[in-house]
């Protein structure tokens, strides 16, 4: 299958600063790549769409001048968490839709966050 | 209401056995596509295997296979000859619609099941 990859893995950061994640599609372009969000031993929960070359589209109750979404080219989009506080504390996961044939999600390998 | 439901959080078996792991789903869409994903502790997410609305047959990929039953609603994983490797969390999950879709491409995740293979 395609691959993903996602970094940091890990991002240790105080209060009040910003993390940037990064999300790259490394063999195909992704016109289309989704973040989500995944608390202990429970279900993914999806975040916002990023599209390639306009505004991402985010889903209810979900801050977008807190977690800025920027998908600059067909590889890579990013997740920042502006003014970071304990309550974001989460394994943050990317997705990269690769069109053609069923348009399979591929995930990257998450990363892993701790605000203290 | 839930649109993808999996009833078990849970699931024991031994090894070289075979198990099934249960989905519903809910939808008036006539075209979406069933996705199956296996998530091991380390937390990547690793696509098993798809299912479209309008595939007359299960959908098969080695040892996984999908018990389609559009009728009911269902979309069960079966793995077979399990392997201590198969402990994960598995999810179920929905894709909406065509494509060319405004919403097209999200997913919609059931809670998941922790399968944990026994030697």
């Known amino acids: 299958g395609a691959v993903v990859s996602q970094h940091p893995s890990r991002v240790i950061c105080k209060s009040g600063t910003s993390v940037k994640i990064e999300c790259r599609s490394l063999?195909?372009?992704?016109?289309?790549m989704f973040w989500y969000r995944q608390f202990p031993k429970k279900s993914l929960m999806l975040m916002a769409t990023?599209?390639?070359?306009?505004?991402?589209?985010?889903e209810q109750g979900v801050e977008k001048d807190k977690f800025l979404i920027n998908h600059a080219s067909l590889t890579l989009s990013t997740l920042t968490v502006t003014s970071a506080h304990p309550e974001d504390s989460s394994f943050y996961i990317c997705?990269?839709?690769?069109?053609?044939?069923?348009?399979?999600?591929?995930f990257g390998p998450g990363t892993r966050l701790t605000v203290l | 209401a839930q649109k993808i439901t999996q009833t078990q959080p849970g699931m024991f078996v031994q090894e070289k056995e075979a198990v099934t792991l249960d989905c519903t789903y809910d939808?008036?869409?006539?075209?979406?596509?069933l996705f199956w994903y296996k998530q091991p502790s380390s937390g990547e997410m690793i696509f098993l295997i798809y299912?479209?609305?309008?595939?007359?047959q299960n959908a098969t990929e080695g040892r996984y296979s999908l018990n389609f039953q559009k009728a009911r609603k269902s979309a069960n994983l079966v793995i077979s000859a399990s392997q201590l490797g198969d402990s994960a969390m598995y999810f179920c999950?929905?894709?909406?619609?065509?494509?060319?879709?405004?919403?097209?491409?999200?997913?919609?995740f059931g809670q998941g099941t922790i399968l944990t293979v026994h030697p």
């Open positions: 997705s990269a839709q690769e069109r053609g044939g069923i348009d399979t999600q591929y």
């Open positions: 063999d195909f372009q992704a016109t289309t």
């Open positions: 990023s599209n390639e070359g306009s505004k991402a589209t985010y």
């Open positions: 939808t008036s869409d006539q075209s979406y596509g």
């Open positions: 299912q479209g609305s309008y595939d007359e």
């Open positions: 999950a929905m894709r909406e619609g065509g494509a060319g879709g405004t919403s097209y491409g999200k997913l919609t």
